[in-house]
């Protein structure tokens, strides 16, 4: 039995009535859950693969169409096996010959069906953005850096503007199609005479014919960059936050704008210091001695050192507050603080010395009341009776 392929809007998690806006907001959020840079679990690389996947089909309206009307075999009749129907009727894609748009042909055969928008889209399209992850270290997201990345992509031509003509007075109204970007055919079928829309051939879609070209970029309308690109990266930037680009992504159609690019920050771990929204968190280590006498002395920070006081008797796990010595927050002058965690580290080697000392104090506690062990031991006695 064929496997049974999950519904694309189930995949993107959203409703079949989403917008094209909804739709790419979906797949930025699922690219960076599933991204094999991000996620190591098992089988993250293949839901991965399976979100770009219906985003291409359903960012595409021609496409997201037909599978809105016939399901998988609307954009793949071999995972289908075609319409195989009573009586025999067999009708793959390839059957089709110049039949153009099929969404067109039933719509025409037997009414209703929804428009595709490609018949309007022969005007100016934004390209689709691209997405990038970058790997910084600890420090560069304290202090923010700014790094040299490489980038190719294409802009609009500057002589042409996008159009691909060498002027405007090279560009006219396709003869063709005239301006619609789409031709009718008739074609005599077992269901009567059937008209279908395709693309018109002699504009591309465009509804434009260029007579001509732009010598700069030889009427194609966008020039290929490659640059070093300067990017800077903010001061207390945190791991999964995305920087844009502007018009450094996809290629835009017919003079529309390129789209952005998106480089998602991911900030390696330090094995000192862990980071909690705009905090920062240290375990400091002292002896048993200065726990119990207190002391004066120099805690690391992310900025250097600061001098801090450790009261007498403080007990292991206690904090100590050093205010605005946390993370810069990106959109703000503010600061968050560092939180001093107390590690009280035990002596497992004495020397003669120390271990006398350590036995004279244990025969001055010994003549104290309500020691602490003795007292645990008496409260365990009354709650259990024994």
Same mark, same amino acid.
């Given at each position: 039995m064929a496997e049974q392929k999950r519904d694309l809007y189930d995949i993107l998690?959203?409703?079949?009535?989403a917008t094209q806006d909804e739709i790419k907001a979906a797949h930025r959020r699922l690219v960076k859950k599933y991204h094999p840079d991000l996620n190591k679990e098992p089988g993250a690389e293949e839901k991965f693969k399976e979100v770009q996947n219906a985003y291409d089909i359903l960012s595409d309206e021609k496409k997201r169409q037909l599978y809105d009307q016939y399901g998988y075999a609307g954009i793949d009749p071999s995972a289908a096996g075609g319409f195989n129907g009573a009586g025999g009727f067999n009708a793959n894609f390839g059957d089709f010959g110049d039949f153009g748009d099929l969404g067109d042909i039933f719509s $025409?055969?037997? /009414?209703?069906?929804?428009?595709? #928008?490609?018949?309007?889209? &022969? @005007?100016?399209?934004?390209?689709?953005?691209?997405?990038?992850?970058?790997?910084?270290?600890?420090?560069?997201?304290?202090?923010?850096?700014?790094?040299?990345?490489?980038?190719?992509y294409y802009k609009a031509c500057d002589h042409c503007h996008g159009t691909?003509?060498?002027?405007?007075?090279?560009?006219?109204?396709?003869?063709?199609?005239?301006?619609?970007?789409?031709?009718?055919?008739?074609?005599?079928?077992?269901?009567?005479?059937?008209?279908?829309?395709?693309?018109?051939?002699?504009? $591309?879609?465009? /509804?434009?014919?260029?007579?001509? #070209?732009?010598?700069?970029? &030889? @009427?194609?309308?966008?020039?290929?960059?490659?640059?070093?690109?300067?990017?800077?990266?903010?001061?207390?930037?945190?791991?999964?936050?995305?920087?844009?680009?502007?018009?450094?992504?996809?290629?835009?159609?017919?003079g529309?704008?390129?789209?952005?690019?998106?480089?998602?920050?991911?900030?390696?771990?330090?094995?000192?210091?862990?980071?909690?929204?705009?905090?920062?968190?240290?375990?400091f280590p002292i002896s048993t001695t200065d726990a119990i006498l207190g002391l004066r002395c120099e805690v690391p920070t992310i900025y250097g050192t600061e001098t801090i006081d450790i009261p007498a008797g403080i007990q292991n796990g206690a904090t100590i507050r050093i205010?605005?010595?946390?993370?810069?927050?990106v959109r703000s002058d503010n600061f968050g603080d560092e939180i001093v965690h107390i590690k009280i580290v035990v002596p497992t080697i004495l020397s003669k010395d120390e271990k006398q000392l350590y036995e004279k104090l244990r025969e001055l506690e010994g003549g104290k009341k309500d020691k602490p062990n003795e007292k645990f031991i008496d409260k365990l006695k009354r709650t259990f009776k024994m």
């Open positions: 998690e959203i409703s079949k009535t $025409n055969i037997f /009414g209703g069906g929804r428009r595709s #928008s490609s018949r309007t889209q &022969n @005007g100016p399209q934004r390209g689709e953005d691209e997405y990038r992850t970058m790997r910084i270290s600890f420090m560069d997201s304290v202090r923010g850096v700014e790094v040299k990345i490489p980038l190719n691909g003509a060498e002027s405007l007075n090279d560009i006219e109204t396709c003869p063709t199609c005239r301006g619609t970007g789409k031709v009718k055919t008739q074609v005599q079928s077992i269901f009567g005479v059937m008209v279908s829309e395709k693309t018109c051939p002699s504009c $591309n879609g465009t /509804g434009k014919r260029i007579k001509r #070209s732009c010598h700069e970029c &030889n @009427g194609q309308g966008y020039i290929k960059v490659k640059e070093q690109y300067n990017l800077k990266i903010p001061q207390g930037i945190r791991s999964g936050q995305e920087l844009r680009v502007e018009k450094k992504g996809g290629i835009g159609k017919n529309g704008a390129c789209g952005d690019l998106y480089i998602e920050i991911i900030v390696e771990e330090n094995n000192d210091f862990k980071r909690e929204g705009d905090h920062v968190h240290i375990e205010k605005n010595k946390g993370f810069k927050a």
